[in-house]
C-alpha cells in the first residue's frame, strides 16, 4: 500500500505507551493505552489545555497599558489608543485589549477569561531556543532536558476509573507534553482523507499480523473522525497561521469534549517572533491575535457542557521591547502576558504588580521588567483545578521551585 507510514512504537517494559498509523494526513492513535485518573475530590470532571506561543508575544501590544504616561510614547506607531477606527478594548481604567481578541474579551466581561501581566519565567536571557527551553520544561534554566512540566503534572494524578490522558496537537509533540506519562497525537488533516475501504483493508491486514495495532488503528480512526466532524471549511486566509490556530482547536476541542476522551491538551503556535512590521490595531500581530482569539471560542463551542470545568493558560517564552525598533517592530524582551481562559477561570481581572514604563523602571533599559513568575501561575491553576500538591508541584512538576509559591485565586 503506497504511501503508509507505519510509525509504530515498540513495546516497553510498562506496556504500550503510544502506537500510532500515519494514512493519508490523518494521525491515528492508540487511545484505549493511555492511563486512567481520578476526578477530582469534589467530583469535577476537569480540563486543562496549555498553548505555547512560540517566537515571544508583545505583552504590551496584546494587552496595552494605555493608563501608563510612558506607553505610548515607547510603543510609538504601534501604539493601542482608545481612537477610532480600531480602537483598543478598554478592560478597566489602566489596561485595554487588542482590537483583534473580541470573543476573549467577551470571556474576560462574563468573567471566563482572566490576564496575568508583567509576567515571566526565570529565563533573563533572549535566546529562543533556551527561552522555549525553560518556559516548557519547567526548570529555571536551559539544558538537556526530554521531559516537560505538563507531562510531570499528568504522571502525578491520581490514577482512578476516568480517561485523562495527554493529547499533542500537531505533527510534533512540545516538549511540555514529553515524556513518562504515555500521550496520543492528533494532526488536523492538511491532506485527503484516505478512502474508507483502503483503512478496512488495513484494518483487516493488521488483524492477521499484529492485533494489537489493529484495535489501536480502529480506535484511532474512531477519534479521527470525531475530531474532524463539521470541521471548519476552508476559505480567504485558511492556510494562514490564523486558519490553522482555529483548526488545531477545534479537532482538539472535539476529543476532549467525549466522555472518554483526553483531560489534558498541549498546543504550539509559531509565529510571534515579530522584530519587523508589527503593526499596531491591525497588521502582523493583529492576524495572529485574531487566529488564538478563534482558538478560544473553538475550544469554547467544541467543549459544550465541559467547558465549565476548563482552564485554558496561553504562555510565551518571553516578551518584547517596550520600545518599538526602527522597522516598526519589537526585539527580545523580557515581561509579557499569560492569558487564561475557561469556564473554571477567575476572571474578569488583570492580575499585575505593575513596574511601570519609565526608562529607570524598565528591565535593563529596554523591557517590561517581570515582577511575577510564571511557574506560581501555573502552580497556582494546577493546585486549585487539578487538585496538584504543593510539594508535587514544587518537587516534580517544576523542581526545586520551592520559593515560587502558587498564585491564589486563579480558579473559580
Given at each position: 500500500?503506497?504511501?503508509?507510514?507505519?510509525?509504530?512504537?515498540?513495546?516497553?517494559?510498562?506496556?504500550?505507551?503510544?502506537?500510532s498509523l500515519l494514512l493519508g494526513g490523518a494521525?491515528?492513535?492508540a487511545w484505549a493505552y493511555l492511563p486512567k485518573?481520578?476526578?477530582?475530590?469534589?467530583?469535577?470532571?476537569?480540563?486543562?489545555?496549555?498553548?505555547?506561543?512560540?517566537?515571544?508575544?508583545?505583552?504590551?501590544?496584546?494587552?496595552?497599558?494605555?493608563?501608563?504616561?510612558?506607553?505610548?510614547?515607547?510603543?510609538?506607531?504601534?501604539?493601542?489608543?482608545?481612537?477610532?477606527?480600531?480602537?483598543?478594548?478598554?478592560?478597566?481604567?489602566?489596561?485595554?485589549?487588542?482590537?483583534?481578541?473580541?470573543?476573549?474579551?467577551?470571556?474576560?466581561?462574563?468573567?471566563?477569561?482572566?490576564?496575568?501581566?508583567?509576567?515571566?519565567?526565570?529565563?533573563?536571557?533572549?535566546?529562543?531556543?533556551?527561552?522555549?527551553?525553560?518556559?516548557?520544561?519547567?526548570?529555571?534554566?536551559?539544558?538537556?532536558?526530554?521531559?516537560?512540566?505538563?507531562?510531570?503534572?499528568?504522571?502525578?494524578?491520581?490514577?482512578?476509573?476516568?480517561?485523562?490522558?495527554?493529547?499533542?496537537?500537531?505533527?510534533?509533540?512540545?516538549?511540555?507534553?514529553?515524556?513518562?506519562?504515555?500521550?496520543?497525537?492528533?494532526?488536523?488533516?492538511?491532506?485527503?482523507?484516505?478512502?474508507?475501504?483502503?483503512?478496512?483493508?488495513?484494518?483487516?491486514?493488521?488483524?492477521?499480523?499484529?492485533?494489537?495495532?489493529?484495535?489501536?488503528?480502529?480506535?484511532?480512526?474512531?477519534?479521527?473522525?470525531?475530531?474532524?466532524?463539521?470541521?471548519?471549511?476552508?476559505?480567504?486566509?485558511?492556510?494562514?497561521?490564523?486558519?490553522?490556530?482555529?483548526?488545531?482547536?477545534?479537532?482538539?476541542?472535539?476529543?476532549?469534549?467525549?466522555?472518554?476522551?483526553?483531560?489534558?491538551?498541549?498546543?504550539?503556535?509559531?509565529?510571534?517572533?515579530?522584530?519587523?512590521?508589527?503593526?499596531?490595531?491591525?497588521?502582523?500581530?493583529?492576524?495572529?491575535?485574531?487566529?488564538?482569539?478563534?482558538?478560544?471560542?473553538?475550544?469554547?463551542?467544541?467543549?459544550?457542557?465541559?467547558?465549565?470545568?476548563?482552564?485554558?493558560?496561553?504562555?510565551?517564552?518571553?516578551?518584547?521591547?517596550?520600545?518599538?525598533?526602527?522597522?516598526?517592530?519589537?526585539?527580545?524582551?523580557?515581561?509579557?502576558?499569560?492569558?487564561?481562559?475557561?469556564?473554571?477561570?477567575?476572571?474578569?481581572?488583570?492580575?499585575?504588580?505593575?513596574?511601570?514604563?519609565?526608562?529607570?523602571?524598565?528591565?535593563?533599559?529596554?523591557?517590561?521588567?517581570?515582577?511575577?513568575?510564571?511557574?506560581?501561575?501555573?502552580?497556582?491553576?494546577?493546585?486549585d483545578h487539578l487538585d496538584l500538591s504543593e510539594?508535587?508541584?514544587?518537587?516534580?512538576?517544576?523542581?526545586?521551585?520551592?520559593?515560587?509559591?502558587?498564585?491564589?485565586?486563579?480558579?473559580?
Open positions: 500500500m503506497d504511501g503508509i507510514l507505519d510509525c509504530c512504537e515498540s513495546l516497553s517494559q510498562r506496556g504500550l505507551n503510544r502506537r494521525t491515528f492513535a485518573f481520578a476526578r477530582a475530590k469534589d467530583g469535577r470532571d476537569p480540563r486543562f489545555v496549555t498553548i505555547i506561543l512560540r517566537g515571544a508575544l508583545d505583552g504590551l501590544a496584546t494587552v496595552a497599558p494605555i493608563g501608563d504616561p510612558d506607553y505610548a510614547g515607547l510603543h510609538g506607531s504601534i501604539a493601542l489608543t482608545r481612537d477610532a477606527p480600531h480602537p483598543a478594548m478598554e478592560l478597566d481604567s489602566f489596561f485595554a485589549l487588542h482590537p483583534s481578541m473580541p470573543e476573549f474579551a467577551r470571556m474576560y466581561r462574563d468573567k471566563k477569561a482572566a490576564i496575568v501581566h508583567a509576567v515571566a519565567t526565570p529565563y533573563r536571557e533572549r535566546s529562543h531556543f533556551d527561552g522555549q527551553d525553560v518556559l516548557e520544561s519547567g526548570y529555571a534554566g536551559p539544558g538537556r532536558v526530554q521531559n516537560g512540566w505538563l507531562n510531570r503534572a499528568l504522571e502525578n494524578l491520581p490514577r482512578g476509573e476516568r480517561v485523562a490522558g495527554g493529547l499533542s496537537v500537531g505533527p510534533i509533540t512540545p516538549l511540555v507534553l514529553r515524556g513518562a506519562a504515555p500521550t496520543v497525537g492528533w494532526v488536523p488533516a492538511a491532506l485527503p482523507q484516505a478512502a474508507d475501504d483502503t483503512a478496512m483493508r488495513l484494518i483487516d491486514l493488521y488483524n492477521h499480523r499484529d492485533p494489537i495495532l489493529a484495535k489501536a488503528l480502529s480506535q484511532g480512526l474512531q477519534i479521527d473522525r470525531l475530531a474532524a466532524n463539521d470541521p471548519v471549511k476552508p476559505g480567504p486566509g485558511m492556510n494562514n497561521g490564523a486558519g490553522a490556530m482555529r483548526l488545531a482547536a477545534k479537532g482538539a476541542a472535539k476529543l476532549m469534549a467525549a466522555d472518554d476522551g483526553p483531560r489534558i491538551a498541549a498546543l504550539a503556535f509559531d509565529g510571534w517572533d515579530t522584530h519587523a512590521n508589527e503593526g499596531g490595531p491591525v497588521g502582523r500581530l493583529a492576524q495572529l491575535l485574531s487566529g488564538l482569539d478563534g482558538a478560544f471560542a473553538e475550544f469554547e463551542s467544541g467543549l459544550g457542557d465541559r467547558w465549565k470545568d476548563t482552564v485554558i493558560v496561553a504562555a510565551t517564552e518571553f516578551g518584547r521591547t517596550a520600545r518599538i525598533n526602527g522597522t516598526d517592530g519589537t526585539d527580545h524582551g523580557t515581561g509579557t502576558v499569560a492569558l487564561l481562559a475557561g469556564g473554571a477561570v477567575k476572571g474578569g481581572r488583570v492580575i499585575a504588580d505593575w513596574p511601570g514604563l519609565k526608562v529607570a523602571n524598565l528591565y535593563e533599559n529596554r523591557d517590561l521588567k517581570p515582577t511575577t513568575d510564571l511557574r506560581g501561575v501555573i502552580k497556582g491553576v494546577l493546585r510539594r508535587v508541584l514544587a518537587e516534580s512538576v517544576f523542581p526545586d521551585s520551592g520559593a515560587c509559591k502558587p498564585v491564589k485565586e486563579l480558579i473559580a
